[in-house]
């Protein structure tokens, strides 16, 4: 996950780039290079590495919030996320989860993904501690 991270940072320095280069660019024309240019990198994979809780996502969503609102590295975050009005990054990767859960279900059943979803979801269901 460090990895992506690291990559979607280097992205988002693009992002400003193009931004800066590029003046007066409106709030749908960012968000759009937002999500193309970072959030694509951020939610790679993200069905397969899952459920588990990562930070760095949110630390690199509010800096990009910030940067555009032109407010400081102080600014408290709940005014930033409530006036950017995007989806968490924990959020999207469980929708990112979701619609790969259901794109395996339509599969045929006899395909080693569902096998392997189906698996592991038994085995987190049942109350053991062990992943598959």
Known sequence: ME????SAS??????????KKMKNLGFK???TLYTSYV???MNYSSAIWGFAEQHKPQ??????????????R?????????????????????LEILQYKKRLSK???DRL??????????VLSSGNNITI
């Open 3 to 6: 990895t992506l991270t690291k």
């Open 10 to 19: 280097r992205s988002f320095g693009r992002v400003i780039n193009i931004f």
């Open 29 to 31: 024309t960012y968000q």
């Open 39 to 41: 959030t694509s990198i």
């Open 59 to 72: 630390v690199l969503q509010n800096r990009v919030s910030r940067f555009q609102l032109g407010v400081n």
């Open 74 to 94: 102080y600014t408290a975050v709940a005014a930033t996320s409530t006036e950017m009005d995007w989806l968490d990054p924990r959020f999207q990767r469980w």
């Open 107 to 109: 599969m045929d059943k």
């Open 113 to 122: 993904p569902d096998v392997a979803v189906t698996e592991r979801t038994h």
